[in-house]
C-alpha cells in the first residue's frame, strides 16, 4: 500500500520548544516538499527537497529546518525561532523534480500551548 | 507581483447543477496549471492537469479550460452531486520552473 505518512496527525508545542514532524514515503519519489496551511488560506511552501541531501529554501523558511538523509524522508523541525507555528503542516512527494502531480501526506495540526 | 486569485467567498449550488470555478493569475508564464481537492482536515488530492499549449481537458464529470492570453483556468463540474463538496485549489509552476504556487482555494457546496 503506497503512500505518504505523517505522523503524529496532532501536536503541541510549548514556548521556547523545537518540535519534528515526521514524513515518509514509499512511492520511490525523488522530490519531496513541506507545506503550511493557515484557516481559510492556500498553501505555501516552506521547503523542498529535488534529491537526497539537497534541499532548498521555499517561500517561508525562516523559523523551520529540515534534512533529508534518506529518499523516502524528509523530517520537518518547527524551531523556537518560529512565533506564529500554529497550523496545519503538509509534506508532498512528486516523482521528479519538475514539480508535476504532487500527492500529499495527511497532515499534522501543530498547536501551541 | 505574481498572484493567484480563486473566489474565497463559498460556491453554493444546487445537486446536479454544473459547478464553475475560477483561478486567475497574473505575472506567471506557467508551462502547466493543476487543480486540487482538499476535504476539510485533510491532504489535497491531484485531479488534473492541463499544460500551456491544452485549451480544454476532460476527465469524467471534470473539465478544465486553460486560456493564457485572459491569464484564467475555468474548473467545472458537471451533474454535480452533494459528495463533490470541497475546497478546490488552483496550482501553478512558478516562472523559475522550481515551485508550485497554489491559490487559496475555493469551497464548492453542493446542496442535495
Known sequence: ???ITQSPKYLFRKEGQN???SCEQNLNHDAMYWYRQDPGQGLRLIYYSQIVNDFQKGDIAEGYSVSRE???SFPLTVTSAQKNPTAFYLCASSRGPNQETQYFGPGTRLLVL | SQKIEQNSEALNIQEGKTATLTCNYTNYSPAYLQWYRQDPGR???????IRENEKEKRKERLKVTFDTTLKQSLFHITASQPADSATYLCALLN???NMLTFGGGTRLMVKP
Not at chain 2, 491532504?43 to 492537469?49: A, E, I, W, Y
Open chain 1, 1 to 3: 500500500d503506497g503512500g
Open chain 1, 19 to 21: 518540535v519534528t514532524l
Open chain 2, 95 to 97: 516562472n523559475a520552473g
Open chain 2, 43 to 49: 491532504g489535497p488530492v491531484f485531479l488534473l492537469l
Open chain 1, 70 to 72: 534518506k529518499k523516502e
